[in-house]
């Protein structure tokens, strides 16, 4: 019944084995095939075993315990590993040919094993419901409730109130708290909101902004980055302000995704150990300075690294002198590793692990035998990383690039095509879940916290205002944080209103261009910072061309500004969005 759920606990090992739930006729409602490299889930709708629902999960982690949980829902199946939820729903199916029921599972079947799997422990139905199937409701009227607060604070008030209330501490609380537990319903999951460290969390103005504006999420499992953080500040109360907040935030952001040695692909770091470790390693003063003055945005590319901890000390043990500062760190990578194609012993690099010597590919392997773009870029990661310098692999065609924080700007390293063409790695998170050229917008505007947390607050206030007044809200965002492409992202939709008069459009436009182009006077030469909001207007331009009257004065003015903003557009990579 909705609610029941069976769990079955133990030590995974590169085994098959399988989990069914079955009527007494043998029929079988539901397998599922945990396999070493994918775990099967099949749903039979016939008399006969037929494939009508099929879903496939990433495989368990080898050599670890589990807890796997199938829980009965309304009308659909959740499945669970180690407490995280792994689909929103699955469906079951009611017999087509006599209508049986899933009330007609008689028993469970767990069939397979050997290769060291180990089953410890296997609990069925009984009286105790799912945790998620008792609290959701409760979860889901706290929503609303929020969403009603919000709504009474926002609707029909002016801009400037509006902005006053996104910058109190109430309106700032509510409205991420809001956004973050809307985030984690539409995962299908809940968090515990009665519990202290999670409670702390969503009710500390700093700790939540600082959460929700330190960039996405990979796989949207906030619930699991709550978790992280809230265990962090459990283990370690000095975690609720300045460096270890912030080494906090990045931990759980970061770790929320699967974080992989890129060692031993199979194994993965642990996101808290990691933390505690890099605690240590800060108190011994072992990091740049880009570690201590970071925001938790950028501490994500460092606590974020595929290097073990053991491989981060034999980097910082065997870096080469004249390499061990914070501007040439990564660059060391093309005097310790060499290009090579084939080992020492003719062995292809594209044969994978036999070039490595079927041994584990830590830094030191790279070093000793070689490597092609991707090691090398690896390593340049990797070394930075471990100095306490923000890094990540990008990818380019045909190439595996990296970009690195130097100077307080990212440049990329190992370069073969530019930022134009530079795009996302496997298993890396990125800002808006965009390319790589999207790392220097970010930045910008990390440095400038401020701003960017009203601008994100204010694109959140937007959804709850008369629709005829969402534009003015996000052209204040915009204006307010023009690096924040979220907002961008909103503009269209708040232009698509049919009810926003076209004058309040044209003035927005009108007003924004006077200030940037008597700001620019002002100087003989504009950085690429100070010129921001110069490329995205262009954006804006196109996007409202079509909302506007015709033949408006201010066009003109904004084709002066062309070939200063295709240079700017390129270097934010919008040029590909507006074509």
Same mark, same amino acid.
């Given at each position: ?7 079955? @606990? ?9 989990? #069914? ?23 039979? %709708? ?18 670890? =315990?589990?807890?796997?949980? /199938? ?21 079951? &199916? ?24 180990? @089953? =410890? ?50 309106? $700032? ?33 700093? %700790? ?19 978790? /992280? ?36 692909? $199979? ?6 150990? *990691? ?20 925001? +938790?945005?950028?501490? *994500?590319? @460092? ?12 980097? &910082?043990? #065997? ?38 010597? #079927? ?18 870029? *690896? ?40 930022? !134009? ?29 401020? #701003? ?21 809200? /996000? ?39 006077? !200030? ?30 079509? +909302? ?7 066009? %003109? ?23």
């Amino acid at each position: 019944e909705p609610g029941d759920f069976i769990e079955v @606990i133990g030590t995974y090992n590169k085994a098959t084995f399988s989990i #069914n739930l079955k009527a007494n006729n043998g029929h079988n409602y539901l397998h599922i095939g945990f396999r070493p490299t994918h775990t099967t889930v099949m749903n039979d %709708a016939l008399p006969h075993w037929g494939y009508e629902v099929r879903d496939s999960y990433p495989a368990f982690a080898s050599g670890k =315990n589990f807890k796997y949980t /199938i829980m009965v829902d309304n009308e659909c199946y959740r499945f669970f590993l180690n407490d995280e939820l792994r689909s929103k729903t699955f469906p079951f &199916r009611f017999n087509k040919l006599n209508q049986e029921s899933i009330k007609n599972v008689a028993y469970v079947e767990i069939s397979g094993g050997g290769n060291g799997l180990k @089953i =410890n422990k296997i609990n069925m139905p009984g009286n105790k419901k799912h945790e998620l199937y008792v609290n959701r409701d409760s979860f889901n009227n706290k929503i609303s409730e929020l969403k009603k607060i919000v709504t009474s604070k926002i609707a029909g008030r002016t801009l400037d109130k509006l902005k006053s209330y996104a910058n109190s501490n109430e309106g $700032s609380i509510s409205l991420f708290k809001l956004e973050l537990l809307e985030k984690i319903k539409s995962s299908g999951s809940i968090i515990d909101i009665n519990n202290e460290e999670i409670g702390w969390l969503l009710n500390n103005r700093e %700790a939540l902004e600082m959460l929700m504006t330190s960039g996405d999420l990979l796989n949207n499992n906030w619930r699991k980055a709550v978790k /992280i953080v809230a265990e962090i500040i459990k283990q370690d109360p000095e975690a609720k302000e300045g460096l270890k907040l912030r080494l906090a935030v990045a931990t759980g952001l970061t770790f929320a995704y699967p974080v992989h040695s890129q060692a031993i692909w $199979s194994n993965l770091i642990d996101g808290i150990e *990691r933390y505690h470790q890099f605690v240590k390693w800060a108190k011994e003063k072992l990091f740049f300075t880009p570690f201590y003055q970071g925001t +938790a945005w950028h501490l *994500r590319y @460092i606590v974020g690294s595929w290097q073990t901890n053991e491989e981060l000390v034999w980097a &910082r043990k #065997n870096i080469l002198k004249d390499y061990k500062n914070e501007d040439k760190v990564a660059d060391v990578t093309h005097k310790m590793i060499k290009y090579k194609l084939y080992n020492d012993d003719g062995v292809s690099v594209h044969s994978g692990a036999p070039y490595y010597y #079927n041994k584990p590919i830590t830094l030191e392997a790279y070093h000793k035998i070689g490597a092609v773009c991707g090691g090398i870029s *690896r390593f340049a990661v990797g070394m930075a990383q471990a100095h306490g310098v923000p890094a990540l692999m990008v990818g380019q065609p045909g190439h595996c690039a990296y970009i690195w924080y130097r100077k307080g700007q990212w440049v990329i390293g190992n370069d073969i095509s530019g930022w !134009s063409k530079s795009d996302t790695h496997s298993y890396i998170q990125y800002s808006w879940k965009r390319k790589a050229p999207f790392f220097p917008a970010m930045d910008n505007a990390q440095k400038n916290l401020n #701003n960017y947390r009203l601008s994100e607050k204010l694109r959140l206030a937007a959804r709850f205002s008369d629709p005829r007044d969402k534009f003015e809200v /996000i052209e204040a965002a915009s204006s307010i944080c023009p690096q924040n492409y979220a907002v961008w992202q909103e503009m269209e939709l708040a232009l698509e209103e049919p009810t926003l008069p076209k004058d309040v459009v044209h003035q927005a436009l009108v007003n924004e261009l006077t !200030s940037i182009r008597k700001a620019n006077l002002k100087k003989e030469k504009s950085t690429d910072c100070d010129s921001a909001l110069i490329p995205l207007l262009g954006v804006r331009h196109l996007l409202v061309m079509s +909302a506007l009257p015709k033949q408006v004065p201010f066009l %003109a003015t904004l084709h002066s500004f062309e070939d200063k903003s295709k240079k700017l557009l390129q270097s934010l990579q919008i040029c590909r969005e507006v074509h």
